[in-house]
């Protein structure tokens, strides 16, 4: 016997198999003096368009799905993106992206835009990052 509840529970299930959460913070872009932090094939550059955020850990919630999704979202704009992947040998920090992904099973991908300074009091990101993230974003809502 269906029940009002068990319609409402399927309407939920459907909306959460349909949804994708962008979660948004900054990445660690690739400082010049210090280059060697980064992994040489995942050097986020300022200024070269969106950064998806990718740790094997699984401290941020991109996975080949939302990764997918992310890059032919970019590729409709005309938009190149890049990725950040932090070495196996430091230690990462992490966003809410995993979290919610777990409690609430939506596809989730953590991106955000290149910036040097993290968490420090002066950050500094490339002049056009902010607007083409921006772009890509609208244009999620958008569909």
């Not at 955000?112 to 300074?117: E, M, N, R, S």
Request: glycine share 6%; aromatic share 4%; with cysteine.
């Amino acid at each position: 016997m269906i029940t009002a509840e068990d319609d409402s529970s399927d309407a939920l299930e459907r909306v959460v198999r349909q949804s994708v959460l962008l979660s948004i913070d900054n990445a660690h872009g690739v400082h010049p003096n210090y280059a060697d932090k980064h992994d040489e094939k995942h050097q986020p550059i300022l200024d070269r368009g969106p950064v998806i955020k990718i740790n094997a850990n699984q401290r941020y919630a991109s996975n080949s799905r939302s990764v997918a999704f992310f890059k032919s979202l970019c590729a409709e704009l005309g938009v190149s993106c890049q990725s950040f992947v932090m070495r196996n040998d430091m230690a990462c920090g992490s966003t809410i992206g995993p979290i919610i992904a777990a409690e609430l099973g939506i596809t989730t991908i953590d991106i955000g835009i290149a910036t040097l300074g993290m968490h420090s009091i002066r950050e500094l990101s490339g002049a056009k990052d902010p607007q083409v993230l921006c772009d890509v974003v609208t244009s999620f809502y958008n569909r």
